[in-house]
């Protein structure tokens, strides 16, 4: 696996992103597609505010959080900033307050509970959620996300949840450095959303790729990669610290 240093300066931040930047852009190029048809989330989670205000200083808008608590504390730290946040990790129903009062995106909706957690809040706060459908397209029991075959009963019932706006669709895929497995788990989601588009041509959105495979992603149709490490340098502590090994 790749180590990231971690930037201490904006312009170390800048230096970062702009590699990002032009390698989403490669990629965007070698499938033929546009690289403005594809959104870079920086992905913030354990980075402390101090560091985060230079990655803003530097050009990041919007910021992505696994945890629902870290994202409205984080929120909060930086109000004075013009930040977006998007919620990309597992969400317990009794955490849905959170999301729903600092997130304007949320990217691993996989059950109806918090579905109705998530409408029930923002009901109350009279706002409405950007919302991405996880799908689990490795088929690794450990990890959350609807499998494949479930998706099509679980966009019938989001309608009734009028306050969710769903966009599209998000995976992790299997991590792995055998190339072909990981470029199966997205073109699984792209076959997903494909099949859902006559019904629901608004579902456009593919979020998909990491740091390590973000490049692969873009080049099998991703419209947004979550990218972490590589902008705000290496954690101290493996993924599996960040996201759950059980349910």
């Not at 977006?84 to 304007?104: E, F, P, Y």
């Not at 699984?188 to 006559?198: A, K, Q």
């Amino acid at each position: 696996m790749s180590s990231y240093p971690p930037p201490q300066t904006v312009e170390e931040f800048e230096t970062n992103i702009a590699e990002v930047l032009r390698r989403i852009d490669a990629a965007a190029v070698r499938a033929g597609r546009s690289p403005s048809d594809v959104r870079l989330l920086p992905v913030s989670k354990t980075v402390p505010q101090e560091r985060l205000r230079l990655a803003v200083a530097a050009g990041c808008r919007e910021l992505g959080e696994n945890k629902p608590q870290e994202a409205k504390r984080k929120s909060a730290e930086m109000a004075d900033l013009d930040v977006s946040w998007s919620v990309i990790g597992h969400l317990q129903t009794n955490k849905a307050k959170d999301v729903a009062a600092v997130a304007a995106e949320f990217q691993a909706l996989d059950s109806l509970r918090v579905a109705e957690a998530l409408d029930r809040r923002l009901q109350a706060l009279g706002r409405g959620l950007d919302v991405y459908v996880q799908v689990n397209t490795s088929a690794e029991e450990q990890k959350y996300g609807l499998p494949p075959a479930e998706v099509p009963a679980f966009l019938e019932a989001l309608p009734t949840f009028t306050s969710l706006r769903v966009r599209g669709f998000m995976t992790l895929a299997e991590f792995s450095s055998d190339e072909a497995r990981v470029r199966e788990c997205f073109r699984v989601l792209r076959g997903v959303r494909d099949r859902s588009l006559d019904k629901w041509p608004e579902f456009t959105e593919l979020s998909m790729g990491m740091s390590g495979d973000y490049e692969l992603a873009v080049e099998e149709g991703s419209t947004c990669v979550r990218v972490g490490q590589a902008i705000f340098g290496s954690r101290a502590l493996p993924d599996s610290h960040y996201w759950p090994a059980e349910r």
